[in-house]
């Protein structure tokens, strides 16, 4: 959405010297996304920095969350949406932070945007890109699952709504290539079967196309990353293909613009041709002079036709001479005709590109005799037609193509034997291996390792050459390659009367006549490398007479430099600047680089598809082509800038550094899933079935690449089998990775419970070491999974094997003492969390550290604090964790930088300003109607024109058209315009969706002054164009019927008014442990003042006694803006979000407190044990009482002193079927400070699955190694506990199935956390809800995890659900962050899309106040009747009420009955 | 290229076959092996199980020598690669294991010359397009066929896989090494999943019923998998899966009749070799109606 300044309001002056008012979010998952929220929704700037083309993070690639078995998509994208809608949210994609320095207040970062390729205000996201894209890649969304194309979105819900390419430098192909061809695009436009425009491309850049697709050298292939694997792509070949099965024309440049400066060209041959032909379309007259008397220099004179048909080199020439170039055959430069003749004629550049005529010299004795021909002589005479004499037994000096060609040749003029004679051996050869191979299946003999010595005459005739026998050395010549020795005493004869030799050519230099030429010790042309010029201003040199004998590629790639040069010197610019050296060849690292690229794609070996006869068939190119890595990903065909009608797509965009002042940073990169490579004993990557986590939510995604369907991925078979092996690259020291990364035993239990919903009998196992359920809900969701058939079997798998043509995979383990083999369909790798490579990056460029773990360190009760000052830290990146504490923890950071912050908020936020309202009520209505095209998604299917010519006859339409996209800018400006032009006072846009789209044109109604409640939409795409592609006909009927329905009930819309309440600035916190506390503290320091209110006479709640609590009560009692209400509590409460009033009852008397927000922060109870002797034994102590005697010194402890833990008393049972959470890390914490203090003292701990999620583990392993010992029990069999001081534990080791025996002194408890006696009270207070086990329920379990359905009340600490001390103040934090948002603005708006109740027809039946969600409607006992009244502060607009009110007495605004009813009329009108 | 060969007493007795064949193919390819003068047991006995020292010692005295003819240790058997490659490791790693080392061998020894098994030469040194280049032939036109179509499995065992710190392999889970020298000469290796699966070498002796299990186990999926033949590098792996094919067979009742070869007897064999000099006539289970098919 674009605004223009005008219309912007800051709202004020930045303060001087205060800190600066925004922040940098980096990462724009779900964390990056809230913090980034929270952030704007307070009065701040907010950059949100991701490294992705879209943000959403990880969530989006979800399935589904549990435990309410939302759609992660349709949950987030709401979030995303809101993202891009909020004016002070800057979403930066595709960056990352280059440089970063300052302090606190005062950042400033350097931040790299990657260049997108595509103008996101541009695209309208139609895809017509993508469905003309030839490159097919991985798409990595969907992790190699499927492929996508170049350019693509990220996915469907992607935000920014816009599409991106993906391109790696150019390809190795194309790099080879000396003239540029970009074979990538050519072989993938073949592999899309769109042979005319690969052949459009390739000879877009090749002036002689056909004949390279005949004879060139194939540097392309010899760099094709294919033949790594297997064969290279045959790109020659293919060009022939494209070339031979092309419609279309060789291009001609008609309307070039015409240049006076006369050109001369010397040599017809392939640098002198392709240099005419750029020249020529560049518009200068060109002249060539040729010394024979026809055209193609070697082509025709070097290359036999049996190779090259003269056909082929006949049209190609004619292509490029009918350009309107002067030929001037057998007109020799030289002594006769000097170049500075020509120069007088007024050429003004001269590009001599003689090639190398002359046949090299062995320099061996009797090279004279008649017999001894070269090589060149030889072919030249023959293919020119000047007949040659050929003996019959012929020995071939040389190995090269050109002496393939010379005995090939001679081979056919009768020769009956016909010998090569090469010094070193096969693999040295510098022949093409296909040229090597015809000759000798045609019939020449090779003699390898052999050198010509002299040449033997008798009778002054050629009968033989003498030969020595060579053998390779060690030692390498210049080439690189071995250096062949003369064996001593091997002279033998070989006998013939011609010998040819084909050894390589030099140049004639006699063109040069008169000119102060430089030349090499070879006799070749010195040119500049880069620009081809000559030592002799304005003759620029190319071709063999450069390079000696080249190939035919480099001679067109010579001409075509030459000829760009010739354009620069005669328009005076700089002939280097901006170009290389015809550098062809790719630097290791560059190689290394690609490899590794291709490497991560799991790439199979290739052979190559060989055509059944002669050329390729279509199918049999298309499968060749099929083979092209892609390795520049894009391959710049262009296709897709055709089709693109906004004009969006733009290759030659270019990365873009900016600069951005922050006061702080919040640090939110997310994870990275650990590469399952690294496990390689679990074959994936080597196995199609074993998958990753990532890739099962893929799978079951609806909109993933099965579609939804559980399938194999080896033969898309039905999963019936499914196994989850847990803990893959978590817990594992090996690999560097010891942390448990939380998530993963409910994302596999979640993953096999909604897996089971799609396929019916689905049989799953759960491989795992402990299931970590220890979040709010979460024990019984695993237990529900139980019920449902999910199998869990307590086993570390050690490797997965894949039988051989089944291709299942076979698992083995122990299941109740015995081993046990079972095959599974598909194994799922339950990978663990890592920081990426991008995130690293970011934490080494702004300066914070990292743990041993590879996170990001933080303060222990600190949460968001990182290792830098102003710079926070969110989400995954702190420490693996799952969305709703993700989600927690982003607020928390933004709760903190907004205290940093505080006096500069409001400072850089900009607010919408809008016209004046006109009012319409009582006017008729005008409809203006816009229907879409969105490109040809809907245009192609529907007829659009039809669609406009209906509407306009419908009533109340005053003006209708056709737009090709609505949606665009200059589209959303038209409107305006039509809108004022024809005084509209209803807005209907018929195109795709309001869910992503009704802002848009809300926006632009409110910028003509129409009330935004009078714009409709018709969705015709999603809901008609989409679904009825094979039908048009019946969708243009269909969108006719939309639109005619949106007509009607636009007709009916009535302009709906809001109101503006002024906001309390002030919080009510109601509980003062580490959560209340925190929040307060948090909200004070923001500048709110905040009353805390505390039922007991302190403060601190059940925070562990130490310095850390003294802190915070201190702070929390001194603060200016605390008022502190202890001994009290609040017993009444009124009002709505943003004007609250209660009742405090203090010690002295009732108080009433105002407030704009309010935190209900008031803990739970520890669960006070009747079992295992607690209370009846001074030797049996709750965990917290053992920590109080070990902290305090007053457990004694001495060596063989055996101290038994029971973990999960009182808690996972039927009264308490929750998990409390901490009690697993605090026992491991007090096994280790007993360890510690006392090595030789024995500690057991009797547990059920060890629950130390995140960087606890480590300490559990700590645990271990101190050797305190972990033994299992189950619930079924707990362990029993009876005797004096030294009393006696008895338990059931569950693996051995044993009864065994310990004498212990002392017996620690881990007691749950229990709800508060007093969230009853609370609950009923405030009307908000609490769960099943009389815990607060908050909005929404992931995704508003400290907020109530009822705006302006939030909740934290354990009164949400057990938690540890610095979970229960990150989550305070989190709640003071969330009603920031509320209390930072002076007023808010209410109304709009409410319900009303008609009062007349209420019969105070309150179905809807128990209906709402939101605690809306009320019984007015003011009104005079006692009928409900709805708050429309507290309203949300979802219309529930309306819909289950019997007496039909209330009406949600904008979806009236009225308005309901004229659309379904309109639709019925036909009908009835 | 000249290497200090390591033969060790395996392939002077057993395994002769992999011995004449390493030679005979290391002839054909141009390399040059000069055995270590005077070399003895690498300590793959109980040493390496017992004695650190002796272990290391052992190896150390091996390589010195080989360090005076100055150029890398190349070595065939699994168990000298992996008892050779250790002992440099102990050395490198600790300086109380190399004096210690020294006073027992009576001289100093750094840790670092190099020991390559002959896989790695042959890939690193060699070069696959090479071994191409040598399976075609010199003379261009007369292209040996050489092993076209071959469905071998190749079997690695433990000792060129574990520890990974001594492995020769990019990925010792799944080894790609031999699979790459054979396919090479135009045998097309079989993907199997028990490439690295242990033969039982270690109880070879004591427990023949565990060995033969095993072993069974492995020739089955080999079986399973397509393959024609097995390839081996080990001395060990190539007796156990050769020698209690027939128990296997026996106890089965039915053939399994899979030739079990080192790798060097099949590329000398793609290579042109006469069988005799790659003592393919040593192996128990049949070849003949594997490499009829090459004749």
Not at chain 1, 33 to 47: E, H, P, R, T
Not at chain 2, 48 to 69: G, I, P, Y
Request: a negative charge.
């Amino acid at each position: 959405m674009s605004i223009s300044g005008e219309e912007l309001r800051i709202t004020d002056s930045s303060l001087e010297g205060g800190p600066v008012g925004a922040v940098m979010v980096c990462g724009g998952g779900v964390a990056g996304i809230q913090a980034a929220l929270d952030l704007a929704n307070s009065g701040f700037k907010v950059y949100l920095v991701e490294k992705s083309a879209t943000i959403g993070g990880k969530m989006a690639q979800l399935d589904k969350t549990f435990p309410t078995g939302d759609c992660a998509t349709c949950i987030i994208s709401p979030k995303l949406v809101e993202c891009t809608r909020n004016l002070n949210i800057e979403i930066i994609t595709q960056a990352e932070v280059e440089q970063f320095e300052g302090e606190p207040g005062h950042f400033r970062a350097k931040i790299r945007e990657k260049a997108r390729f595509v103008d996101i205000d541009k695209c309208t996201a139609c895809g017509d890109c993508e469905k003309v894209c030839p490159v097919k890649v991985p798409d990595n969304f969907n992790r190699g699952l499927n492929n996508t194309t170049a350019i693509h979105k990220v996915c469907a819900q992607a935000v920014p709504n816009a599409y991106v390419i993906e391109k790696r430098e150019r390809p190795p192909c194309v790099s080879a290539c000396p003239i540029g061809q970009n074979a990538q695009a050519y072989v993938a436009l073949i592999a899309a079967g769109k042979f005319d425009e690969a052949a459009e491309i390739i000879r877009r850049d090749n002036p002689l196309p056909l004949i390279c697709g005949y004879v060139c050298h194939r540097p392309c292939e010899d760099e094709c990353q294919q033949s790594r694997y297997g064969d290279p792509v045959s790109i020659r070949e293919l060009k022939k293909f494209a070339l031979d099965n092309t419609q279309g024309k060789d291009t001609k440049n008609e309307d070039r613009p015409l240049r006076p400066e006369r050109i001369a060209i010397i040599g017809a041959g392939p640098a002198g041709l392709a240099a005419a032909d750029w020249l020529a379309k560049h518009g200068y007259p060109v002249t060539i002079f040729e010394a024979l008397p026809v055209t193609g220099g070697m082509m025709r004179a070097g290359i036999p036709d049996f190779r090259l048909p003269r056909e082929v080199l006949d049209r190609q020439v004619a292509n490029i001479i009918d350009q309107g170039i002067e030929l001037k055959t057998n007109s020799p430069i030289g002594p006769g005709l000097t170049i500075a003749d020509l120069k007088a004629q007024g050429y003004k550049a001269v590009f001599a590109s003689v090639g190398a005529q002359k046949g090299s010299k062995l320099g061996a004795e009797g090279e004279d005799l008649p017999g001894v021909v070269s090589g060149i002589d030889f072919i030249r005479d023959v293919n020119l037609g000047k007949g040659a004499q050929i003996g019959e037994k012929v020995v071939v000096i040389g190995a090269g193509n050109a002496a393939m060609d010379v005995a090939r040749t001679a081979k056919r003029l009768g020769a009956k034997d016909v010998t090569i004679v090469y010094r070193r051996t096969k693999r040295e050869m510098p022949a093409d291996r296909v040229e090597v191979e015809e000759a000798a299946h045609e019939g020449v003999k090779f003699v390898l390792l052999t050198n010509p010595k002299r040449f033997v005459p008798k009778g002054g005739k050629l009968v033989g050459v003498e030969c020595l026998k060579m053998k390779l050395s060690d030692e390498r010549d210049a080439s690189g390659r071995r250096k062949p020795v003369p064996v001593k005493g091997s002279e033998h004869i070989i006998e013939c009367d011609t010998a040819i030799v084909a050894i390589g050519q030099t140049p004639d230099l006699s063109f040069a006549a008169g000119l102060d030429l430089a030349t090499n010790k070879w006799g070749l042309v010195e040119v500049d490398p880069i620009t081809l010029a000559t030592s002799v201003p304005g003759v620029f040199a190319g071709g063999d007479v450069v390079a000696g004998a080249g190939t035919l590629s480099e001679a067109v790639g010579a001409g075509i430099r030459a000829a760009e040069s010739i354009d620069r010197f005669i328009n005076g610019e700089d002939m280097s600047e901006g170009r290389r050296p015809d550098d062809h060849v790719w630097t290791e690292d560059q190689h290394h680089e690609l490899e590794r690229f291709q490497r991560s794609r799991n790439l199979k070996k290739s052979r190559k598809v060989t055509a059944e006869k002669g050329d390729y068939s279509p199918d049999e190119a298309m499968a060749e082509a099929a083979r092209c890595l892609a390795c520049g990903i894009c391959c710049e065909c262009m296709e897709c800038v055709k089709v693109c009608q906004p004009k969006a797509i733009n290759h030659e965009m270019k990365d873009t550094v900016r600069e951005i002042d922050v006061g702080a940073v919040i640090l939110a990169p997310g994870f990275e899933e650990f590469d399952a490579t690294g496990r390689g004993e679990f074959g994936f990557g080597r196995y199609p079935n074993v998958v990753t986590n990532v890739q099962f939510e893929r799978m079951l995604s609806a909109s993933g690449p099965y579609a939804g369907h559980l399938l194999r991925p080896s033969d898309g078979q039905e999963v019936k089998k499914l196994a989850f092996i847990q803990c893959v690259g978590s817990r594992d020291i090996a690999n560097n990775r010891p942390h448990c990364s939380s998530v993963c035993c409910m994302a596999a239990i979640k993953e096999s419970v909604v897996a089971m919903d799609h396929t019916e009998g689905l049989d799953t196992t759960i491989f795992y070491t402990d299931i970590r359920a220890f979040g709010k809900d979460f024990d019984r969701y695993y237990e529900r999974a139980q019920a449902q058939g999910v199998k869990f079997q307590r086993s570390m798998i050690s490797r997965v094997v894949e039988v051989p043509e089944s291709r299942m995979l076979r698992l083995s383990y122990v299941r109740d003492g015995k081993p046990v083999e079972e095959e599974f369909d598909l194994v799922v790798l339950s990978t663990g969390m890592r920081t990426s490579e991008e995130a690293l990056h970011t934490a080494r460029v702004v300066g914070v550290n990292l743990n041993e773990c590879g996170f990001c360190s933080s303060g222990e009760l600190a949460t968001v604090q990182s290792s830098r000052e102003g710079i926070f830290v969110a989400g995954a990146f702190q420490e693996p964790k799952d969305i709703p504490d993700t989600v927690t923890q982003a607020s928390a950071a933004a709760a903190k930088a907004m205290q940093l912050l505080a006096p500069s908020r409001g400072t850089m936020v900009v607010e919408k300003l809008y016209p004046t309202e006109h009012d319409y009520t009582d006017a008729q209505p005008r409809i203006g109607v816009f229907i879409c095209h969105c490109g040809i998604n809907i245009a192609s299917v529907v007829d659009v024109e039809r669609v406009v010519e209906a509407a306009r006859e419908m009533y109340g339409v005053v003006y209708a058209e056709n737009v090709v996209y609505a949606c665009a800018d200059n589209t959303q400006d038209r409107i305006k315009e039509i809108i004022r032009e024809h005084n509209l006072n209803r807005l209907l846009v018929a195109s795709c969706t309001p869910r992503t789209h009704e802002a848009l044109f809300r926006d632009t109604a409110r910028e003509c002054g129409l009330n935004p409640f009078l714009v409709e939409m018709a969705n015709i795409r999603d809901q008609c164009s989409w679904v009825h592609s094979e039908n048009p006909e019946a969708a243009t009927e269909k969108a006719i019927d939309l639109v005619r329905m949106s007509v009607a009930r636009a007709a009916q819309l009535s302009a709906l008014a809001t109101e503006e309440l002024p906001v309390n600035q002030a919080a009510l916190v109601i509980g003062g442990g580490p959560s209340g506390i925190s929040a307060a503290l948090a909200l004070a320091d923001m500048g709110f003042r905040t009353s805390l209110v505390e039922k007991e006479e302190a403060l601190g709640g059940r925070m562990p006694k130490g310095p850390m609590r003294d802190r915070l009560v201190r702070r929390a009692s001194n603060h200016p803006l605390i008022d502190v209400y202890l001994s009290s509590k609040a017993t009444k409460l009124n009002g709505h979000v943003g004007n609250f009033s209660s009742i405090v009852e203090t010690p002295t008397g009732k108080k009433t407190v105002t407030h704009g927000a309010m935190i209900i922060a008031i803990g739970g109870t520890e669960y006070k044990p009747r079992e295992y002797l607690y209370g009846l034994n001074q030797r049996v102590l709750t965990q917290r009482e053992l920590e109080n005697k070990l902290i305090d010194g007053n457990l004694p402890l001495d060596i063989g002193t055996t101290i038994a833990m029971i973990q999960c008393v009182g808690s996972r049972n039927s009264e308490r079927p929750f998990c409390s959470r901490s009690c697993c890390a605090h026992a491991v914490k007090n096994a280790i400070r007993i360890k510690e203090a006392q090595p030789d003292a024995n500690v057991v701990i009797l547990y059920r699955d060890m629950r130390t999620y995140g960087a606890s583990e480590l300490l559990y392993q700590k645990a271990r190694q101190l050797g305190v010992l972990f033994v299992r029990y189950t619930p079924e069999e707990p362990p029993v506990v009876t005797g004096g001081d030294r009393m006696k534990l008895t338990f059931v080791e569950p693996e051995l199935q044993r009864t065994l025996e310990l004498n212990v002194d002392y017996l620690a408890l881990s007691t749950g956390t229990a709800p508060a006696v007093d969230n009853q009270q609370v609950s009923e207070l405030a009307k908000i809800p609490l769960n099943e086990d009389g815990f607060f329920l908050e909005a929404h379990l992931k995704l508003r995890p400290v907020d109530f359905a009822s705006e302006g009340i939030f909740l934290c600490g354990s009164t949400h659900s057990p938690k540890s001390t610095a979970e229960n103040i990150q989550q305070g934090l989190a709640a003071a962050g969330r009603a920031a948002t509320i209390l930072s603005k002076k007023t808010m708006i209410v109304g709009g899309q409410v319900s009303c109740v008609d009062i007349r027809k209420c019969v105070s039946c309150l179905t809807c106040v128990r209906v709402c969600p939101y605690g809306a409607p009320a019984v007015n006992y003011a009104n005079g009747k006692n009928r409900v009244e709805i708050e429309a502060a507290k309203c949300m607009g979802c219309g529930s009420c309306a819909a289950e009110c019997p007496a039909k007495a209330i009406q949600l605004q904008h979806f009236t009955d009225h308005q309901v009813a004229a659309a379904i009329e309109a639709l019925l009108a036909e009908v009835c | 290229m000249k290497y200090a060969f390591f033969p060790g007493c395996s392939l002077e007795s057993t395994a002769n076959d992999f011995m004449v064949s390493t030679l005979a193919v290391a002839r054909a390819l141009g390399i040059e092996l000069e055995e270590i003068p005077g070399w003895t047991c690498c300590g793959s006995t109980a040493a390496h199980a017992t004695d650190a020292l002796l272990a290391a010692s052992m190896a150390a005295r091996n390589l010195a020598l080989a360090q005076d003819m100055g150029c890398d240790v190349i070595v065939c058997c699994a168990a000298c690669y992996g008892r050779l490659a250790a002992g440099n490791l102990a050395i490198a790693e600790s300086a109380k294991m190399r004096e210690d080392v020294a006073a027992a061998i009576g001289r100093d020894y750094d840790g670092s010359v190099k020991v390559r098994h002959f896989l790695q030469i042959l890939k690193d040194d060699i070069g696959l397009s090479e071994i191409t280049t040598a399976v075609e032939g010199e003379t261009p036109g007369h292209t040996s066929k050489g092993l076209d179509g071959l469905k071998v499995a190749c079997y690695y065992g433990c000792l060129l896989t574990r520890p990974k710190e001594l492995s020769i392999l990019d990925d010792p889970e799944n080894p790609q090494l031999m699979e790459e020298i054979l396919a090479a000469t135009g045998a097309e290796p079989v993907e199997w999943p028990y490439k690295t699966e242990c033969c039982g070498a270690s109880f070879s002796i004591t427990r023949t019923d565990t060995v033969k299990t095993l072993v069974g186990e492995i020739l089955d999926m080999a079986k399973q998998s397509g393959a024609d033949c097995i390839a081996v590098a080990c001395p060990l792996c190539q007796t156990n899966l050769d020698l209690r094919q027939q128990d296997v067979e026996e106890s089965r009742g039915q053939k399994v009749d899979l030739p079990v070869f080192y790798f060097t007897q099949l590329l000398g064999r793609a290579l042109g070799i006469p069988e005799n000099d790659l003592g393919i006539s040593k192996l128990i289970t049949d070849p003949k109606r594997v490499l009829a098919r090459y004749r």
